[in-house]
């Protein structure tokens, strides 16, 4: 992995998930329609394992999208993170899904996976590690700074 970028901080990537938890909600309670709709309008029965994977399908499919389609959620957008995988280059489907497991696996084990990127000496976390990627903090070159101030 390249250095050129710095990694974001602790509360960009706090506000990163919050702004993406936000709208990943919204995104699952309107993807909650169509299973509602094909039960007649009744509830889904808590716990239902194919409910559980379809929203997770759906989750992977949100971030995924987003990630391999420039390397940013809306989020990410916000808080000027992008997600690059090894030389700065876009990432691919497959590393989107491992890095969406690996990130599953690391909440489960309360937050140790992301907070491992502060532990370790190369600063990636549990995710960044097993997909080949990393984020980055975009820094405007210095001749687009120099238009804006002038």
Request: glycine residues 8%; proline residues 4%; contains cysteine.
């Amino acid at each position: 992995m390249t250095d050129t970028n710095p990694r974001p901080g602790l509360l960009r990537l706090l506000m990163v998930m919050l702004y993406d938890v936000l709208l990943l909600l919204s995104a699952l309670l309107l993807a909650t329609v169509i299973p509602v709709v094909l039960n007649q309008g009744q509830a889904i029965e808590p716990g239902n394992p194919i409910f559980v994977l379809y929203l997770l399908l759906v989750s992977l499919f949100f971030y995924g999208w987003f990630w391999t389609h420039g390397g940013q959620t809306l989020g990410m957008r916000a808080w000027k993170v992008y997600l690059v995988g090894q030389n700065q280059v876009e990432i691919s489907w497959q590393q989107a899904a491992m890095r969406f497991a690996v990130a599953i696996i690391s909440w489960l084990c309360l937050g140790l996976g992301f907070f491992w990127q502060w532990l370790s000496k190369d600063k990636l976390s549990w995710h960044d590690l097993l997909s080949g990627t990393q984020l980055i903090v975009h820094k405007p070159d210095e001749k687009s700074s120099a238009k804006k101030s002038g």
